[in-house]
């Protein structure tokens, strides 16, 4: 609809405005709008290929992946759902605490040492978990190479670890995946996390730059480190998988304070669309799954959504906007 408008533009300038400014800019237009086309267009074939290739993950859950042309790719039920059902768990192809909270939380489950025992990696003397979550995903490699990280903070770490490490889980993931630890859970594949949507018009030149030196330093960090003669993913991948990261991945916050106690990329919860009225929730379990449930009963053939911004921080917004009205009403000498 947006191309034949623009084409329809085009129609009514003059030889003259089509071949000046104004026409340039209506190409620039046709040439954005033609590229998101072709993507959305590999969506569509990349999730019903999904659907076919992992039916077996899918099968256990209430849920089904479609896909039109104005929402792209979405989540809906495909039977009835009860409150606090739940849609779907997912593992996390990556997910990684906060630097301030390393020693002090499992690095799997996000859950404090209060009560629970800590285990401290004897390699690099960071990573830590507790008593009841698998080490699996703290990989020998991943392992020697944090060391040599938190070793040398200076030449390394620009501001803190968090975004680094996230990074290296993935390039580590694309050179061997994931061991399945979980019984019950939806494993993503390094090929599911480059599927997802990451449009250049979401990123200026300046992140892009970012991206870009982030990205080559990663690759050859890791090349070089573990004594590789070549990486399959290049420096355009390296961008690629942190726009990704930008725009898909999952805080994860105190269920109490809401405070952010790290970040997750969990591919096949990406795919549940944004409503500021959402029917789903999301929270981190025991074993470092995102599990997602119904917030009430849900019909069948109904979208699922999510709220992007998090559900503690639409209840902190609604508790501003519940205290500037009763401040108001004082003011007004009005009974609350």
Known sequence: DAGESLIAGINMLSKQEQDGPIGAQFKSAMLEISGMLTQMGDIDKKTKARM????????????????????????????????QGIIMRVSPVSSVLEDKFLENYCSVCFSPFFEKRKIQCQGCKKICFCQTCPQDSHTPNECKLLSIIFK???????????????????????????????????????????????????????????????????????????????????????????????QNAHEITCPLSGATLGVGIFPSGSYLNHSCYPNVTYHLDASGCLVFKAAFDIEASTELCISYTGIVLLLKLFENQICTIQYLLILNKRPL
């Open 52 to 83: 076919v290739e992992d039916a077996d993950q899918f099968r256990p859950w209430p849920i089904a992946l479609t896909f039109d042309r104005y929402k792209a790719r979405s989540v809906v039920a495909k039977r009835k759902v009860e409150n």
């Open 152 to 246: 040398n903070p200076a030449k390394y770490v620009v501001t803190n670890s968090r975004d680094q490490r996230l990074l290296l889980r993935i390039v580590l993931e694309s050179i061997q995946p994931r061991k399945r630890v979980h019984k019950s859970a939806i494993y993503d594949k390094f090929t599911d996390l480059m599927d997802l949507n990451s449009h250049p018009l979401h990123i200026d030149d300046d992140q892009l730059l970012t991206f870009r030196r982030a990205g080559d330093f990663m690759l050859d960090f890791v090349k070089n480190n573990l004594g590789l003669k070549q990486l399959k993913l290049t420096s355009s991948d390296a961008i690629q998988i942190q726009a990704i990261i930008l």
